[in-house]
């Protein structure tokens, strides 16, 4: 992988793709400071941009920015609470403004350029029973990621976002039925659900040099989620003659 960044921010390290990401990154030889939930709470407001700016002065600066922090729980559309929707939207999106928006500043002081990677989702596109906030949060986590990097290209710093299908992450934070996990893995076209090295390899990549003239876009890593489902109804018979 050329051009792997040399000192990476990673918001969101203790979760099943954070540690997978950490892990691929040190691997190929990027410095990682990781933080977690017991590190920053990015629900609160006022705390992503001063903790980017803290953890930047600590580490002497950072090419590279991992948000992968995100809440993915299931309520009915219908039974949506206030709290649970702006909590939703302050972790998945209001805190991935804020920390992107402070790197891009301090990258520009520094005269660096940078890079930024979003963990969205197949659901800001795609409605599913049980998502609506949660789709919502990352359909307007999408529209950041072009946002920024349309306002940020100037200054030399480059933002993506990647959008998992369901990765079965075995999270304790937003548990998941595992009678979920097995009809999602019988509608993929893939025949199962992701698994976090499924996904890690395209943050990397979209992080790296390799990937320097692709900005603003948030690409699908779904098994083929996205081009349809293989239990879908259809006419067809099993008599093909």
């Known amino acids: 992988m050329s051009g792997t960044p040399a000192r990476t921010l990673l918001l969101g390290a203790d979760g099943g793709i954070g540690r997978a990401v950490r892990a691929r990154l040190e691997a190929h030889g990027s410095c990682v400071t990781g933080a977690g939930q017991d590190d920053v709470d990015l629900a609160r407001p006022g705390v992503a941009a001063p903790f980017v700016r803290a953890a930047w002065a600590d580490a002497g600066g950072f090419d590279a920015l991992v948000h ?62 049980g998502t609506t906030a949660y789709a919502a949060s990352k359909a307007a986590l999408e529209a950041v990621v072009r946002g920024l990097a349309l306002e940020t290209a100037p200054l030399g710093v480059r933002c993506n ?20 996990v097995e009809a999602v893995s019988a509608a993929s076209p893939q025949g199962r659900v992701a698994r976090v090295g499924d996904i890690v390899p395209a943050i990397t990549w979209l992080l790296s040099e390799d990937a320097g003239w692709i900005t603003g876009q948030s690409v699908p890593v779904d098994g083929g989620d996205s081009i349809g489902s293989a239990t879908a ?9």
């Open 68 to 129: 992968c922090a995100g809440l993915y729980p299931a309520h009915h559309a219908l039974d949506t609470s206030e709290d649970v929707f702006d909590r939703l939207l302050a972790v998945n999106a209001r805190s991935a403004l804020m920390a992107g928006a402070e790197f891009a500043r301090l990258c520009a002081a520094d005269g660096r350029s940078g890079s930024m990677v979003f963990v969205s989702s197949g659901a800001a596109r795609r409605a599913r029973p």
């Open 233 to 241: 109804a259809n006419w067809l018979t099993s008599d093909t003659s």
């Open 161 to 180: 976002a990647v959008a998992p299908g369901f990765v079965d992450v075995g999270s304790t934070l937003s548990p998941v039925p595992r009678e979920y």
